[in-house]
């Protein structure tokens, strides 16, 4: 047997030290929305302040690296303090020490660039002086427009208010066109709060003459007695032929600047565009994806109109009496209400108020038009069951009773499945798996919503009605 060879033990000799070899840890990075802080100030004194309005802004990780990510930086801080005066930015860059963990090292400057271009400032003096030196930016950038409408406010207007005229007024909104050099700088100046304020926006492009700003402005007196400009929102409309001499108007984006939001400055302006696409006749007023909270003000705007419109109010009453007449939720196929074809095209054409948006009001004036009691509650409330459920599943389009089951298959389950349809409006006895079943649930919260927000509205335009 053979035996390892053994080293001789000399008691002087140190054993020799293993050397070890060290890793360093991969940079995992940070997200931006973690280490960026943004505030919009209207003086340098509140530059640094700590009651200093603070945005929350969409995700940023667009604006840096491919994945989103800030690398190469520990304890990293960034705070950007914005100037609604003059709307340039001021980046204020602080960290413990950068190191290449794998990643590189994010050029922040670069990043920073890539939302707020030339208004961002290098020097934080030269930002300070902006408050003094462009104190009268807005002033001069809206001189060319075109004022359309002036309001009194106490520093708010009411919502879903219609009544726009009031003596010594001090806001107004500036019709502007966008291919116009003062235009097209203005709006510059505003992209960094559309890209950091608007979900999925893009710049529009300022020399498109069929774009067109409406600015919100309000005229106020400072401390000397000298009146300033100061730019409460926008919205940027595109203007579309329509055959054969018409125009089209269309809303692409609308911003009220967060210190000035839920005052009722919205409202205000939607009323504005309202009341241009009346007086200048266009055919219809559309809006390009419209979130829900844009979609409640708007709506308020359209159902004030409508509620003082003679035309329609025949057929408003008509449904409201037969939802009233009967058990509609006890019957297999209850109907959808839909309002009569010359109620919606009187409603375009009088009120600029488009097919879509019409059917959205329609709904909210039956519901005004009903007593809160609950048979005829549940009636309604089948309708909009009904409603949100052919817009779901297209039982318009002919797939009224059709079902889709899924079934088990060594084939290809992603692709087996079994469609039948019930005769006479029947249920069948066929057991529906949980995927379906979730379906139901989903489709119920859907309608659930939907009575949310019409009972909002309601309560909005009518304080009375629950």
């Given at each position: 047997?053979?035996r390892?060879?053994?080293?001789?033990?000399?008691?002087?000799?140190?054993?020799?030290?293993?050397?070890?070899?060290?890793?360093?840890?991969?940079?995992a990075?940070?997200?931006p929305?973690?280490?960026?802080?943004?505030?919009?100030?209207?003086?340098?004194?509140?530059?640094?302040?700590?009651?200093?309005?603070?945005?929350?802004?969409?995700?940023?990780n667009?604006?840096?690296?491919?994945?989103?990510?800030?690398?190469?930086?520990?304890?990293l801080?960034?705070?950007?303090?914005v100037?609604?005066?003059s709307?340039?930015a001021?980046?204020?860059?602080?960290?413990q020490?950068?190191?290449?963990?794998?990643?590189g090292?994010?050029?922040?400057?670069?990043?920073?660039?890539?939302?707020?271009?030339?208004?961002?400032?290098?020097?934080?003096?030269?930002f300070?002086?902006?408050?003094?030196?462009?104190?009268?930016?807005?002033r001069?950038?809206?001189?060319?427009?075109?004022?359309?409408?002036?309001?009194?406010?106490?520093?708010?207007?009411?919502?879903?208010?219609?009544?726009?005229?009031?003596a010594?007024?001090?806001?107004?909104?500036?019709?502007?066109?966008?291919?116009?050099?003062?235009?097209?700088?203005?709006?510059s100046?505003?992209?960094?709060?559309?890209?950091?304020?608007?979900?999925?926006?893009?710049?529009?492009d300022?020399?498109?003459?069929?774009?067109e700003?409406?600015?919100?402005?309000?005229?106020?007196?400072?401390?000397?007695g000298?009146?300033?400009h100061?730019l409460?929102g926008?919205t940027?409309?595109?203007?579309?032929?329509h055959?054969?001499?018409?125009?089209?108007?269309?809303?692409?984006q609308?911003?009220?600047?967060?210190?000035?939001q839920?005052?009722?400055y919205?409202?205000?302006?939607?009323?504005?565009l309202?009341?241009?696409?009346?007086?200048?006749?266009?055919?219809?007023?559309?809006?390009?994806e419209?979130?829900?909270?844009?979609?409640h003000?708007?709506?308020?705007?359209?159902?004030?109109?409508?509620l003082?419109?003679?035309?329609?109010?025949?057929?408003?009453?008509?449904?409201?009496?037969?939802?009233?007449?009967?058990?509609?939720?006890?019957?297999?196929?209850?109907?959808?209400?839909?309002?009569?074809?010359?109620?919606?095209?009187?409603?375009?054409k009088?009120?600029?108020?488009?097919?879509?948006?019409f059917?959205?009001?329609?709904?909210?004036?039956?519901?005004?038009g009903?007593?809160?009691?609950?048979?005829?509650?549940?009636?309604y409330?089948?309708?909009?069951?009904?409603?949100?459920?052919?817009?779901?599943?297209?039982?318009?389009?002919?797939?009224?009773?059709?079902?889709?089951?899924?079934?088990?298959?060594?084939?290809?389950?992603?692709?087996?499945?079994?469609m039948?349809?019930?005769h006479?409006?029947?249920p069948?006895?066929?057991?529906?798996?949980?995927?379906?079943?979730n379906?139901?649930?989903?489709?119920?919260?859907?309608?659930?919503?939907?009575?949310?927000?019409i009972?909002?509205i309601?309560?909005?335009?009518?304080?009375?009605?629950?």
């Open positions: 047997m053979g390892k060879q053994q080293l001789s033990a000399d008691p002087t000799t140190e054993p020799k030290k293993r050397r070890r070899v060290g890793f360093s840890d991969i940079d990075g940070v997200e929305n973690e280490c960026i802080k943004i505030y919009l100030v209207s003086s340098k004194e509140e530059v640094g302040a700590p009651d200093s309005f603070c945005i929350d802004p969409v995700d940023l667009s604006f840096f690296e491919e994945d989103g990510k800030i690398y190469g930086y520990q304890g801080k960034i705070t950007i303090w100037s609604i005066v709307f340039h001021y980046a204020d860059i602080t960290f020490s950068t190191s290449d963990g794998g990643k090292i994010t050029d922040l400057t670069s990043s920073l660039q890539n939302i707020f271009a030339e208004t961002l400032v290098k020097n934080k003096d030269d300070l002086e902006t408050f003094s030196t462009e104190n009268d930016n807005i001069f950038a809206v001189s060319s427009g075109e004022v359309l409408q002036h309001k009194a406010s106490n520093g708010h207007v009411s919502h879903c208010d219609s009544h726009l005229e009031a010594g007024s001090d806001l107004e909104v500036v019709r502007m066109v966008v291919d116009n050099v003062a235009t097209g700088h203005l709006y100046r505003l992209v960094p709060l559309v890209l950091l304020l608007i979900d999925g926006s893009n710049p529009i300022v020399t498109d003459p069929g774009w700003l409406y600015v919100l402005i309000q005229k106020k007196k400072d401390q000397q000298d009146i300033q100061r409460l926008f940027a409309i595109y203007r579309f032929f055959y054969p001499d018409g125009t089209r108007m269309r809303l692409s609308i911003l009220i600047l967060p210190p000035y839920r005052k009722g919205g409202s205000y302006l939607v009323e504005v309202s009341n241009v696409t009346i007086a200048e006749n266009v055919h219809d007023f559309t809006v390009e419209p979130l829900d909270s844009f979609q003000v708007r709506t308020c705007v359209d159902i004030q109109h409508l003082a419109f003679e035309p329609i109010q025949d057929a408003v009453k008509s449904a409201v009496l037969q939802l009233k007449q009967g058990k509609l939720s006890k019957k297999i196929h209850a109907p959808r209400f839909v309002p009569p074809a010359s109620a919606v095209e009187d409603a375009r009088s009120l600029k108020i488009n097919k879509k948006q059917f959205q009001c329609w709904e909210i004036l039956i519901y005004l009903l007593d809160t009691i609950d048979k005829y509650m549940e009636d409330m089948a309708i909009i069951s009904n409603r949100v459920r052919a817009n779901i599943l297209g039982k318009d389009s002919g797939t009224e009773g059709k079902r889709v089951i899924d079934v088990p298959s060594t084939y290809d389950p992603e692709t087996s499945f079994v039948f349809r019930s006479d409006g029947e069948s006895s066929v057991q529906i798996d949980g995927t379906q079943t379906q139901e649930e989903q489709l119920q919260q859907l309608v659930d919503e939907r009575i949310k927000q009972k909002l309601a309560q909005k335009v009518s304080p009375h009605k629950v």
